[in-house]
């Protein structure tokens, strides 16, 4: 009887264990963390930490009156300033916002307008003049800490090298450039060596769309991993030597043959594998450079502040037009002002192992690619903002090619 439940139980133990393995296939039976881990980084899904906040945020300048060429009290052109993305802003409670765009306060419209609102602050009241104005711009403002963290790589060609940032919860790497002033760009493998940059649009529709899409070589790129564990971000770069000439796609074999010595003839010839990492197909290692990360961190429930509660002015980026005075720059920075009408949305927890599931299962049915209709008009209307705004989009048979649509 003894040996019988010995049986039993170790196979009743490695049915458990088969059962459990073969669930862990499945993204949406799996119980384990790593391995739902594993199926998110298979699906092509970053692993994400805690979301930031963001809102629109009111900022106001006054600036002095003049009178211009029609005879009109307007605002004095030459102290309107560019407030700078990058600009932080924060609550009593500590949470700080940052500045998305630039805010140019002397863009103006296509009839000659200030692109704000402007109303009158103070007026002469002896003259009735028009002495002060204030203007008002509205843009979008994300929550977290924006931080440079600065990286010596050495004079050694390593490929695939790894930077681990300092900061946990890591929400954009807005930024990585070199001390030679090269910039890497973030893609999804190393195996994309063009991305899409936004240029200015200098049509005549640029007050409607301010920028398009340019499709660029980027060489010099990387990838970003979260260890969900920990919490820190890892930047992977390409596995090229950007010293050596390479002009061939393909390396040639006899340039990274091992070298035999004392032999006449060769049945066969071995190729050193870790030659071939040298080739530039991967994006390029950095080397011999100091590299500087520019990125965001932090986020949760408590970022989604209250309406009013962004009133702290935290650090100002500005520049002015050349005519302006330093007292003119120390007295506009000195009376700007933020204020956010509504409450600020978007900050949440790092998602549990059940939302992670659910967003595996739906990459996997998106999968990234453009092949019926409906995958042209979800690519169309998820178009960034910043490219304009697709109001109406439809797909029609092409009368002249029936095997096509327009």
Do not use: W
């Not at 790894?162 to 990585?176: F, Q």
């Not at 050596?244 to 003839?265: E, F, Q």
């Amino acid at each position: 009887g003894l040996f019988l439940d010995m049986a039993a139980y170790v196979g009743d133990t490695m049915a458990y264990y088969l059962d459990h393995q073969y669930n862990e296939l499945d993204p949406v039976r799996a119980v384990e963390r790593k391995n739902i881990m594993q199926h998110m980084i298979s699906a092509g899904l970053e692993v994400p930490g805690p979301s930031p906040a963001s809102v629109i945020c009111n900022f106001y300048i006054i600036v002095d009156a003049e009178v211009s060429a029609r005879g009109n009290y307007e605002p004095k052109k030459m102290q309107l300033p560019i407030l700078r993305k990058g600009s932080s802003f924060g609550t009593p409670g500590g949470v700080t916002f940052n500045l998305t765009k630039d805010i140019d306060f002397g863009n103006t419209k296509e009839n000659g307008e200030l692109d704000g609102q402007v109303e009158i602050m103070s007026v002469d009241p002896d003259t009735g003049n028009v002495k002060k104005f204030r203007i008002m711009r509205r843009e979008l403002c994300v929550s977290g800490t924006e931080i440079t963290e600065n990286f010596a790589i050495g004079s050694t060609h390593v490929p695939f090298r790894e930077l681990m940032l300092g900061n946990s919860d890591v929400t954009d790497v807005i930024s990585v450039t070199d001390r030679n002033g090269n910039v890497y760009y973030e893609v999804d493998s190393l195996s994309q060596d063009t991305v899409f940059v936004p240029i200015g649009n200098i049509s005549a529709d640029n007050k409607k769309v301010e920028k398009n899409l340019e499709i660029k070589a980027a060489p010099r790129r990387f990838v970003k991993f979260r260890d969900p564990s920990t919490g820190t971000t890892i930047l992977r770069f390409g596995s090229g030597n950007a010293e050596t000439l390479d002009n061939d796609i393909v390396p040639d074999p006899s340039k990274i043959s091992l070298p035999l010595y004392g032999r006449a003839s060769l049945k066969r010839f071995s190729i050193d594998p870790s030659s071939i990492l040298n080739t530039k197909t991967l994006g390029i290692s950095p080397m011999s450079t100091t590299i500087s990360v520019r990125y965001r961190y932090g986020g949760g429930l408590n970022h989604n502040v209250a309406s009013g509660a962004i009133t702290e002015i935290g650090i100002i980026k500005t520049s002015f037009p050349d005519m302006a005075t330093s007292e003119d720059k120390r007295v506009i920075r000195s009376t700007l002002d933020v204020r956010n009408e509504q409450p600020a949305r978007g900050g949440d927890s790092e998602p549990t192992l059940d939302e992670l599931k659910v967003s595996i299962s739906s990459a996997k049915q998106f999968q990234g690619r453009i092949v019926s209709k409906q995958d042209v008009l979800a690519r169309v209307y998820t178009l960034p903002t910043e490219f304009g705004r697709v109001f109406r989009a439809g797909i029609r048979e092409n009368p002249i090619n029936p095997l096509s649509s327009r």
